[in-house]
């Protein structure tokens, strides 16, 4: 074999040697960067848990700021690949995002991009008048308190959910609710509407209807139950009450209707004069219900007046001890007593 053969046989195997580890190199770089990549995506990302608020027309500097102030993020640099590739940046959405620990760059993009926002409880309660109402719900959701009260003048809305002027409040019914933080006063109402007819099922339905009263007629009765009484277990005898009155065709005579009619619930002595104004909502005047609850019954009031307890009370005052309790009668002559028992009790502490 001649020389130049030999060369080039033995250069052959030095080649190959050169393009193996070329490839080897090339390889374990790859490998390195789909290792990374694979962090940047499946890798928890949460350093601290965190609650995103993005209202309308953020953009993405303000999301990555918001992240970066608050220390939210183990690696911004997964976050802005992540985003980049899945085009967040052009796809910001608002909405209330609650960022957990054990979330990853990959689930932290998708729940932002595709505005998967994390529900928010809403509570209302131990509410008298719609302008509480519009204060306690809009201090959650996005529409505002302005927003929320003027569900209350809208009558196209008002006739089209089944109510009217004065019985709207029904449909609000007090309880804990899951919203979107991005929900309008409209979607608060339709949402609303949709509760009512799911607490009024069948068996509430029915027992309405046992003591001639439709639901709107039970949550007018429970408004005023639920002022009568801060005792729930004195409840359902109030609405016991209330109910024999209103099968006898009396006069419910009740105080919060008085009060209401006023438009002063911290009266502690309602006199004559207070009995003597003239309003639909005076029970002392008109017989029968008032045309619209007195204020935001809540569901245990209700089902207080459905299930309310049988007897033959037909009067009742507070106890002469101030304990929130009271005296029952079914007589008025036992009224008088317990009433004059109040009266001097009052008196005694100058309550006037």
């Known amino acids: 074999m001649s020389i130049e053969k030999k060369s080039k046989v033995m250069l052959f195997p030095r080649y190959g040697k050169l393009i193996i ?60 690949w992540i985003s980049k590739k899945k085009n967040y940046k052009k796809s910001v959405k608002p909405g209330r995002y609650h960022l957990k620990k054990g979330m990853n760059t990959n689930e932290i993009v998708n729940m932002l991009r595709s505005g998967l ?39 196209k809305l008002i006739m089209e959910s089944g109510f009217n002027s004065e019985t709207f409040k029904a449909m609000f019914i007090p309880e804990t609710y899951q919203f979107y933080w991005t929900s309008t006063a409209d ?3 339709t949402r609303m509407k949709t509760e009512y007819e799911k607490f009024w099922n069948d068996e509430r339905l029915a027992k309405a209807k046992n003591i001639n009263l439709t639901p709107v007629e039970v949550a007018i009765l429970a408004s005023i139950v639920q002022e009568e009484t801060a005792k729930k277990d004195e409840l359902k ?26 438009g002063d619930f911290t009266l502690k002595r309602v006199l004559k004069k207070h009995v003597a104004v003239e309003s639909p909502y005076n029970t002392y005047k008109h017989i029968g219900l008032p045309p619209g609850p007195i204020n935001f ?26 304990s929130g309790y009271h005296n ?24 006037r």
């Open 21 to 80: 580890l070329i490839f080897a190199i090339a390889f374990i770089i790859v490998g390195i960067r789909a290792y990374q990549l694979y962090q940047y995506i499946f890798r928890e990302n949460i350093k601290n848990e965190y609650v995103l608020y993005l209202p309308e027309n953020s953009t993405f500097e303000q999301v990555k700021d918001s992240l970066i102030i608050n220390d939210v993020l183990e690696s911004k640099k997964a976050f802005n």
């Open 117 to 155: 926002q994390t529900p928010i409880n809403v509570t209302f309660n131990n509410i008298r008048v719609k302008e509480q109402l519009a204060g306690k719900v809009s201090k959650y959701i996005w529409a505002d308190s302005t927003e929320i009260l003027a569900l209350f003048s809208n009558e």
């Open 187 to 189: 979607e608060f109402a």
């Open 237 to 262: 005898r109030v609405a016991g009450l209330y109910v024999n009155r209103i099968k006898k065709g009396m006069y419910l005579q009740a105080d919060p209707t008085v009060k209401y009619a006023v």
């Open 297 to 322: 019954p809540e569901t245990y009031s209700i089902d207080a007046v459905l299930n309310y307890e049988e007897h033959k009370y037909i009067f009742m005052c507070a106890k002469d001890d101030f």
């Open 328 to 351: 029952f009668a079914a007589t008025l002559s036992q009224h008088n007593r317990n009433a004059a028992k109040y009266r001097a009790a009052l008196d005694r502490k100058r309550i």
